[in-house]
């Protein structure tokens, strides 16, 4: 016990430690907010703050009700009925996840805008000649930020609720066809309504700290509002306040997650309970399933990803190729390895504040987790004050001995991406874990186990399932992060997104195409991968 | 730990893609794109066997040297917009500049007061009007497109953007604040759609006939002419180029700068002179023009004949300066207007 009770410290402190490197960053721009935002909030208040409250709220209920309509009727198509490509359609739904929202927006402007070849089309067919002869929706507008966002953004909820779906004991639906009920609305939407939840939530972030499809659309959101504040009127102090009121916000947002996951604790199933057979579609209703299914993905992925593969192959002359190879393999280096650190961090602070610790070592864990929540380029200038900080106190301390500086290194990078997209793997391991049963945990202890090698030899191995699903997540993520990465790399260090960049922030969207094209693809393996796992544990 | 040696050689690894300084090496932060500013470097490297390493970011690269303080690997920084380059000058991360020949190639009002920055060319923001649908001479000021007269014509990209932050001060600088927001306020309500896209969709939109004029950089036009996508070369086919405020009295087109200075914490302080010595002399003043169609900072420097043909024009002789400083009151009349 004496034994336990000290290796339990060592762990905790550890834990700490790292939770308090990795809010660091957010400390840092906590201090930036501090400072004399000049009368900017009267004239902000005076005159557009209302509008970006009210475009990032109206955006962020748009896209929560499409994802939502998109991600429900999908999972429960796929998780209760089993038709002809169901398996097929399983992974297919997926496939979004793995485009960045901005390039799918530039896909889109391109092909729907009033310039391009769809009105272009209709304007030939109709023999119209002026916008003012004919009605078409405008894609860069509200609506049509919804409509971005939303086709790329329904996995999130696709997925946890397709799990939460086929968790459902059968008794459950037995009871109620005895009562005529409705399964689906007095059963499977209650039931998995923390899931549905979480990936809500997940979705709300993604929305409020985009920075990419708003600017290119011109939206006026409180993200697009914390860099007219800065670049516009040279004042980064009101800026960090607009971002801290932010992130407030949405972490209100990640508490409401978090909080539904623990209540997933509640409906675990047993070893001995079944769970709900498919049902059998054939004829009619299989097809209205599988098109109801395909109609997301299509929007998602297909359209998007064949218009970029259009552009490729109309401009295959003007490509490098071997440039964009020699890129490839930095984001492959750079995702690979953000993953893996952020893996490793996320099932130690994880582990330790879930399985050991008391409320405050839990508090701890999760603080590690709200870079998620921040602007990218925003939390990168709270990493740069840091790193900033680390290297001035290694010149302080440590010049007799020989320095070495973190500043332009890859470090920075991976540490900035640790900070961002810890949140996504810390859940991971934290729901995996909520699914273990502390009877199997206390079990080991009373074998003779202490606590690292039971996390070692029990723990992971029973969530590694989750592990990898996190991995997973954060790897694409990392691969589509911008913002961050154009601040923080290093010289001359070019990934897929930052090469993309370069041309598409000009419009110039054959050049764009290739790298970008290669992001959706490279992302989609993993993601590949990851449905197969899941679907072989359920 | 049971893989101390993965671990170390991953450290080693990381740590090792730390530039590395020396005397042959210049470390570049630029906010513009490498594509763009490649063909200077290696014609730099190629003239004084100097390296060059470039981070290309369009946002936060001031607050990235300032973070890094003077551990910063940084040498040169590279900008467009005197926006920009007014706040590297306003955090004091530039270091003075000594050279008699980047004082004699570049004119007092393109250059700070104390030599911390030099602009290395010119860029005007022009009016382009559709070539079938207005007449030439019709719009001849700035000012005309606040005229009622075209309502529902008018093409521009978001107020926001430092490009029309910049020429909003300009307007600020010629009128004072009332009529420069009055000015603004006419611009709006003659919008012929929600300003977005960049000013290439702008040329794009007029082609297409969704507006008849729109505002844009001049070498957008050269951009266009000259682009590999015949399509493209169309939407350029169908301007005229105005350039505003030409007449007797008029103040002249409104200019903005690229520029560069040199890091106040590099340690490679006369390598990064040598650079932006080079950008300042003809043969890079030239390249400015052939390849991006901007104007040479440097006088001396003859227009191409590409340029040249786009007409001579007269430029608003504000020092530049004065834009920067205004430009936090321009954004506030932007928030008010809704540009």
């Known amino acids: 016990m004496q034994a336990a009770r000290r290796s339990f410290d060592i762990w905790s402190a550890s834990v700490f430690t790292i939770a308090l490197i990795l809010f660091a960053p957010v400390i840092s721009l906590i201090a930036l907010s501090f400072g004399d935002s000049d009368g900017l909030w009267a004239h902000l208040f005076d005159t557009v703050l209302a509008r970006y409250i009210l475009t990032t709220l109206a955006l962020m209920v748009g896209v929560s009700v499409v994802t939502l309509v998109f991600g429900v009727t999908t999972a429960w198509i796929v998780a209760a009925f089993k038709f002809r490509f169901s398996r097929v359609l399983d992974m297919i739904i997926l496939l979004p996840i793995a485009c960045p929202a901005y390039l799918v927006a530039y896909a889109y402007t391109d092909f729907f805008e009033y310039a391009g070849p769809v009105q272009g089309m209709l304007r030939n067919l109709f023999g119209w000649q002026s916008p003012r002869d004919y009605y078409f929706p405008e894609i860069r507008s509200l609506g049509g930020a919804v409509f971005v966002l939303s086709s790329v953004l329904y996995p999130y909820v696709y997925l946890l609720a397709r799990t939460a779906f086929r968790q459902i004991p059968a008794s459950f639906y037995e009871v109620s066809s005895i009562y005529d009920r409705n399964a689906f609305w007095t059963i499977s939407l209650p039931l998995a309504r923390p899931a549905i939840v979480a990936g809500l939530a997940l979705v709300g972030m993604e929305v409020v700290s985009d920075f990419g499809t708003v600017e290119f659309f011109s939206l006026q959101t409180l993200t697009l509002g914390i860099f007219n504040v800065w670049i516009g009127m040279n004042n980064i102090t009101a800026a960090a306040q607009i971002a801290i009121f932010t992130f407030i916000f949405i972490i209100f947002l990640l508490f409401t997650e978090l909080y539904s996951r623990s209540q997933k604790r509640f409906n675990d199933t047993s070893s001995r309970q079944r769970n709900q057979q498919s049902k059998l579609l054939t004829g009619a209703p299989a097809l209205v399933c599988i098109c109801l299914c395909l109609v997301p993905v299509l929007f998602g992925f297909f359209i998007p990803t064949g218009i970029l593969l259009w552009n490729v192959l109309q401009s295959i002359d003007v490509l490098v190729f071997a440039d964009v190879f020699e890129v490839f393999q930095n984001t492959l280096l750079v995702s690979c390895l953000g993953a893996g650190i952020i893996m490793l961090i996320s099932v130690l602070v994880a582990c330790t504040s879930q399985m050991q610790g008391g409320k405050i070592l839990r508090l701890a864990g999760n603080l590690s987790a709200t870079g998620y929540a921040f602007p990218g380029t925003m939390l990168a200038i709270g990493v740069l004050v840091c790193v900033g900080l680390f290297d001035r106190l290694m010149v302080a301390v440590m010049s007799p001995f020989g320095v070495f500086h973190l500043s332009g290194t890859l470090v920075v990078l991976l540490f900035a991406y640790l900070v961002r997209f810890q949140a996504v793997g810390y859940g991971a391991v934290v729901s995996g874990l909520t699914k273990i049963s502390p009877n199997v945990i206390l079990c080991s202890r009373t074998l003779g186990m202490n606590a690292q090698n039971t996390m070692r030899r029990v723990t992971v191995p029973l969530i590694r399932n989750s592990i990898i699903a996190g991995g997973v997540l954060a790897f694409v993520d990392i691969m589509k992060e911008l913002p961050m990465t154009l601040l923080l790399r290093p010289f001359d260090f070019e990934t897929l997104a930052t090469y993309s960049y370069q041309y598409a922030h000009d419009e110039l969207m054959e050049q764009a195409s290739l790298p970008a094209l290669l992001i959706v693809l490279v992302g989609l393996i993993p993601v590949i991968f990851l449905n197969r796992m899941l679907r072989n544990t359920s | ?339």
Request: charged content about 20%; hydrophobic content about 40%; proline content about 4%.
């Open chain 2, 1 to 339: 730990m049971r893989y101390p040696k993965l671990l170390c050689f991953l450290t080693a690894f990381l740590v090792s893609t730390a530039s590395v300084v020396s005397a042959t090496e210049l470390n570049i932060y630029s906010h513009r794109q490498p594509f763009l500013i490649n063909p200077f470097l290696e014609a730099f490297t190629e003239k004084t066997g100097i390296k060059t390493n470039v981070v290309y970011s369009t946002k936060g690269l001031a607050q990235r040297l300032k973070a890094e303080g003077e551990n910063s690997p940084a040498d040169v920084i590279l900008t467009v917009d005197i926006g920009r380059l007014y706040i590297y000058q306003d955090m004091q991360l530039l270091a003075p500049i000594v050279s008699d020949k980047m004082k004699a190639n570049i004119p007092a009002h393109l250059r700070s007061a104390d030599n911390t920055w030099f602009g290395l060319s010119k860029r005007s923001r022009i009016i382009v009007t559709a070539k079938d649908r207005v007449e030439v001479g019709a719009i001849k000021d700035i000012e005309d497109l606040a005229d009622p007269r075209w309502a529902g014509k008018i093409c521009v990209r978001p107020g926001s953007h430092v490009y029309n932050r910049a020429l909003l001060a300009s307007i600020i600088a010629a009128h004072g604040l009332e009529k420069a927001e009055a000015w603004a306020t006419g611009l709006v309500a003659n919008l012929a759609r929600r300003p977005q896209g960049n000013d290439r969709a702008q040329v794009k939109a007029i082609y297409e006939g969704q507006c008849d004029i729109a505002i844009i950089n001049n070498y957008y036009f050269g951009k266009l002419k000259y682009a590999e996508d015949t399509n493209q070369q169309k939407w350029a086919q169908a301007l005229n180029l105005v350039f505003p405020n030409q007449g007797a009295d008029g103040r002249g087109a409104h200019v903005n700068i690229s520029g560069g200075g040199v890091a106040l914490h590099s340690k490679n302080k006369a390598a990064a002179v040598q650079l932006l010595e080079f950008l300042t002399d003809a043969e890079a003043q030239t390249l400015y023009s052939e390849i991006n169609f901007e104007y040479p900072a440097n006088p001396k420097v003859p227009h191409t004949a590409e340029l040249q043909s786009w007409g001579r024009f007269v430029e608003d002789q504000l020092p530049i300066l004065r834009i920067a400083e205004l430009s936090r009151d321009a954004q506030k009349i932007i928030d008010r207007v809704g540009w």
